[in-house]
Nanobody, 126 residues
């Protein structure tokens, strides 16, 4: 089966932290580029972070220094640790998978990722 399931979203105050999780099917986890996207109401879906099967990561400029993408190879789980959250981080967050090319937030647009989770909502209040 091919599956991505996000969890960990919620409502938090600005300045706090959240860790999002994405449980991935082994087929996707082991060989694919994995990514986190987010989409706020009325906004275009944007890439937040990627991690390639070989380990390299990328981040969009707006989250650098606040966000870390990582993988647990035992649990087949993708994580997004988000610190110092801001109201503008409010969005639906999705994990996604694609073949391991164009694995960066710059090169890999939404059309590149064919496998998506259902999303987990993050709301950051002031």
């Amino acid at each position: 089966q091919v599956q991505l399931v996000e969890s960990g979203g919620g409502s938090v105050q600005a300045g706090r932290s959240l860790r999002l999780s994405c449980r991935a099917s082994p087929y996707l986890y082991n060989s694919y580029c994995l990514a986190w996207f987010r989409q706020a109401p009325g906004k275009e879906r944007e890439g937040v972070a990627t991690i390639d099967s070989g380990g390299p990561t990328s981040y969009t400029d707006s989250v650098k220094g606040r966000v870390t993408i990582s993988k647990d190879n035992v649990k087949n789980t993708l994580y997004l640790q988000m610190n110092s959250l801001k109201p503008e981080d409010t969005a639906m967050y999705f994990c996604a998978a694609a073949p391991s090319y164009r694995c960066s937030v710059v090169a890999g647009g939404v059309g590149h990722f064919g496998f998506w989770g259902q999303g987990t909502e993050v709301t950051v209040s002031s």
